[in-house]
Nanobody, 121 residues
């Protein structure tokens, strides 16, 4: 059974850093594009970052460019999101996603349950 499990969320101050991790199981991880989305209370789920299976291409939302870094380790079946210079507006539940094609829409085959990130000013 395909499963994605996020970890690494927490409560931090503005300007701090966090590193999210997503552990994949039950799927051929190296064949999938991986992404991070987030959803703040009362808002739609939005794209954060995505990376192809070979790390040849990465995309970022404009709101996180220069502050967040997406990466993956195909030998460990893990995806990461390094978040630096966090802002209160980054507060959201962060979701890991796996799909056949890299995109910034919600067109992904598998989703994790999410991990909460709270940034206070």
């Amino acid at each position: 059974q395909e499963q994605l499990i996020e970890s690494g969320g927490g409560s931090v101050q503005a300007g701090d850093s966090l590193r999210l991790s997503c552990a994949a199981s039950g799927l051929t991880f190296s064949l999938f594009a991986m992404a991070w989305f987030r959803q703040a209370p009362g808002k739609d789920r939005e794209f954060v970052a995505a990376i192809t299976w070979s790390e040849g291409k990465v995309n970022y939302a404009d709101s996180v460019k220069g502050r967040f870094t997406i990466s993956r380790d195909n030998t460990k079946n893990r995806e990461y999101l390094q978040m630096d210079s966090l802002k209160p507006e980054d507060t959201a539940v962060y979701y890991c996603a796996a799909g056949r094609k890299l995109n910034s829409n919600l067109v992904y085959d598998y989703w994790g349950q999410g991990t909460q990130v709270t940034v206070s000013s």
